[in-house]
């Protein structure tokens, strides 16, 4: 089999997969923009995401974590995998244009289902185009199935704040030593929702890397939700906004009035860095969150579908109000 990028299209290329080095970041950052920005049809396919970055973030957050594969000394396509605890999800996968349909996607999703078993992942999935034959029957040979819609969805975010502005804390504020004890709060609050949810890696990359920060609320003297949140450029939102990468609150009977505060306490965190708009995905599964959120006047920009392993709903309950939507 020749190994060359410019194989014929019936060829299937044996790649080099491997950990994603340093150096591969550039051209990882373009393959991503130019797969997605190709299937989408965008005239410019380069600026899918516009200077939004999803690349370097999450190589810096985890980097044994993040695959390539190589043809002929170039990269041509990435995984990256993320580990909440007992939940994993991998995303983006990409494959450059030119070498779609030759095998390379499913070559890079071997590894990354080892790397779950290695992680003992209970629970796990991806996001995709709900309605892409290709991507759905692509990740069902790996055991995935299509479960509930995702729906990303965006609010303005008034310049004037609000006249009843919730009380929140920023993780950024604590001391080291707090911050340990905060994460850990974070860990009892989503180990409450679903056995073994730790996104302690998405709390510390958020304010290790300076994307954002992780927003707060406390009740009863406890730790009653929190949203770990990027803004701005170069991070997983993009300029003028705020993006909620995860969120949740505790559950019982004052979880709504608990979500509905921290999701004002998110668009009081995204209007002081400057966000116009708030981003936020959900799992349609998780009917009340959902409702709550159109509630709150979010509105649907996309739709796309969760696919779990073993058709596994995981935390997807409809009375868990959790944010997340693994793109
Ligand atoms: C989706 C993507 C990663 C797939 O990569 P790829 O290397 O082309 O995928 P593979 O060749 O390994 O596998 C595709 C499989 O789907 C099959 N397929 C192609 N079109 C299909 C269709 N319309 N319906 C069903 N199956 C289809 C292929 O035949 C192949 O299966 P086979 O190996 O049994 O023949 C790539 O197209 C890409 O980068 N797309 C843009 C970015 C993107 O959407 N990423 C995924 C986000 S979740």
Redesign the pocket.
């Known amino acids: 089999m020749s190994s060359s990028p410019s194989a014929s299209i019936q060829e299937?290329p044996e790649a080099t997969i491997r950990l994603l080095r340093e150096e591969d970041l550039p051209a990882a950052d373009r393959?991503?923009r130019l797969?997605?920005g190709?299937?989408l049809g965008l005239p410019d396919p380069l600026n899918f995401m516009g200077d939004a970055e999803y690349v370097r973030t999450r190589w810096l957050a985890d980097p044994s974590a993040v695959f390539g594969a190589e043809l002929g000394g170039e990269l041509v396509?990435t995984n990256f995998a993320t580990r909440w605890g007992s939940v994993g999800f991998f995303?983006?996968?990409?494959?450059?244009?030119d070498?779609?349909?030759?095998?390379?996607?499913?070559?890079l999703?071997r590894p990354t289902m080892d790397l779950f078993k290695q992680w003992r992942i209970r629970h796990a999935g991806?996001?995709?185009?709900a309605n892409?034959?290709?991507?759905?029957?692509?990740?069902q040979?790996f055991g995935f199935w299509p479960r509930f819609l995702t729906s990303l969805m965006e609010l303005p975010i008034a310049t004037e704040p609000a006249s009843v502005s919730p009380r929140w804390a920023r993780f950024s504020d604590l001391t080291v030593g707090d911050k340990q004890l905060c994460v850990q709060a974070c860990r009892k609050l989503t180990n409450s929702i679903y056995e073994g949810l730790d996104v302690e890696r998405e709390i510390r990359a958020v304010d290790g890397q300076r994307l954002g920060d992780t927003v707060l609320t406390w009740g009863g003297g406890e730790l009653s939700g929190f949203a770990v949140c990027h803004a701005g450029a170069g991070t997983e939102a993009g300029s003028g906004k705020c993006y909620i990468k995860f969120g949740a609150v505790r559950s019982g009977p004052t979880a709504a009035r608990e979500f509905l505060r921290l999701l004002d306490a998110c668009r009081e965190f995204g209007r002081s860095r400057g966000a116009r708009t708030l981003i936020a995905g959900v799992n349609l599964a998780r009917l009340d969150a959902y409702r709550e959120m159109l509630q709150a006047g979010f509105r649907a920009t996309t739709q796309?579908v969760a696919m779990e392993r073993n058709g596994d709903p995981g935390y997807n309950r409809p009375e868990v109000y959790l944010i997340d939507d693994w793109r």
């Not at 995303?91 to 244009?97: A, E, K």
């Not at 070498?99 to 070559?107: C, E, H, L, P, S």
């Open positions: 299937r393959i991503v797969a997605f190709t299937f396509g995303g983006p996968l990409t494959i450059r244009p070498m779609w349909d030759r095998g390379i996607a499913q070559q999703l991806l996001f995709t185009f892409s034959t290709k991507h759905v029957s692509l990740y040979k796309g």
